[in-house]
């Protein structure tokens, strides 16, 4: 064991895979459930995007979240681990009709729709089974966040959401339809985020909407604020559960919420991301001309953050106590792109070494790629190979 790893257990398996810690999971959890808790009317939805391994999904339906679905498979994989399709909803730019057809049948709380189209198609598709779908529309609030540009989404040139300038005209619209019924308003400002002053700025818009709202009699049942509460990439051991309280009590203090209404999340990186780690080999070690290489046999097939985002993910050697030295870390993939990090110290490095990339539960496996036709990775909790 170095650390939280049992390095030993690691030697003999196949890398590279991924290793979810599930006491860092479950304390989350009961944190993530203890804080929102203390407000009545909060109700949390896990965006199964960040992560949706069967394992991990599993101890997240015990703990009681709902989901939060962005696509037909999303939806396949709640209901699979046992999501109940009353805590399901599902939100999406595009959803296509098999999709919604599917949310349908499984009879899920609501749509999060995105625009005039696609409330159209739900009713007429809802109508065809003789059903009623129920709605929320994603608002985009033209709210910015101090995020990286590719995660940021609640901006008025972002793809998502209906603009605030057409909300009434929809609302009225889907009081005319007869197999849809409004529910509720949606947003959702973007991911990574750590400055609670992005919060506030999102409650005080969803302020301003229900005010006018209510002014026009109408009742907004649901408001789901999104996702999209950050972690500390640079320090996973030492905050590894994300600051759910000063969260929940941003909401609670600045949105104005009616005593009817409830206040919906849909929180996906704070729930996974610290659980999660890239385990993987070291191949070579190779000197170039001003610096040394750690080529791993993980690359950005496994891990894509780094190279799409320039994103930091902490790294250790875990089979080293050697004096520390400094590497660029990269993959095996043909694109120069495919680089975990510049000038990174670990402990001296040695070909059969094992890395440990950290905060990787969120956006990790899910987002792996069979480019150059490589295994997809496998990913493997603390439980099981404890053989619990
Ligand atoms: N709700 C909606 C409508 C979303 O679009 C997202 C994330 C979430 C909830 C969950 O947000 P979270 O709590 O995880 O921040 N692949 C990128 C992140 C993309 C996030 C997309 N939407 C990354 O690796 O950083």
Redesign the pocket.
């Known amino acids: 064991m170095k650390g939280i790893f049992p390095v030993d257990k690691f030697q003999g398996m196949r890398t590279p895979f991924y290793y979810y810690d599930t006491k860092v999971l479950r304390d989350t959890l009961d944190c993530l459930r203890a804080e929102a808790g203390r407000y009545d009317n909060f109700s949390v939805h896990y ?1 199964i ?2 992560n949706a391994n069967p394992k991990v999904l599993t101890i997240i339906r015990e703990s009681g979240l709902g989901a ?1 679905c ?1 696509s037909g498979g999303e939806i396949r994989a709640a209901v699979q681990a046992g999501f109940p399709a009353s805590k399901i909803v599902f ?1 999406g730019v595009g959803k296509a009709d098999w999709e919604i057809n599917l949310g349908l049948d499984c009879g899920i709380f609501c749509f ?1 729709v995105e625009s005039v189209p696609e409330l159209e198609v739900i009713n007429s598709l809802a109508e065809a089974k003789g059903k009623v779908a129920g709605v929320a529309f ?1 608002i985009n609030p033209d709210v910015g966040a101090h995020t ?1 540009a590719n ?1 940021t ?1 609640g901006l008025a040139e972002n793809k998502f959401g209906i603009n605030m300038a057409d909300m009434d005209r929809v609302i009225d619209l889907a009081g005319e339809m007869s197999h849809v019924r409004f529910m509720g308003l949606h947003f ?1 400002i973007g ?3 750590l400055d609670m002053g992005d919060f506030v700025a999102l409650c005080n818009r969803v302020n301003e909407l229900l005010d006018k709202l209510e002014a026009r009699g109408v009742r907004v049942m649901h408001v789901n604020v ?5 972690i500390d990439y640079a320090h996973p051991n030492r905050q590894p559960v994300p600051a759910f309280k000063e969260y929940f009590e941003t909401f609670a203090t600045h949105l104005k919420l009616r005593s009817y209404q409830t206040l919906h999340f ?5 729930v996974v991301g610290q659980c999660g780690s890239l385990i993987s080999r070291v191949l070579y070690v190779k000197q170039g001309a001003n610096k040394q290489f750690a080529i791993l046999d993980a690359g950005m097939t496994d891990l894509i ?1 780094p190279a799409l ?1 320039q ?1 930091y993910h902490k790294m250790e050697n875990i089979t080293s106590e050697d004096a520390i030295e400094t590497y660029d870390v990269v993959g095996p993939i043909c694109e120069s792109s495919d680089v975990f990090g510049k000038a990174v110290d670990l402990n001296c490095v040695k070909r059969g070494d094992l890395i440990a990339i950290r905060s990787a539960g ?2 990790g496996e899910i ?1 792996a790629s069979r480019y150059n036709c490589r295994e997809l990775p496998q990913g493997y909790t603390s439980d099981e190979l404890a053989g619990l």
């Open positions: 965006a995007k960040a939060d962005v939100a999060n994603r990286h995660i989404t959702h991911s990574q985020i999104g996702g999209g509460l950050g849909e929180l996906g990186r704070s953050r985002y994103a969120a956006y987002m």
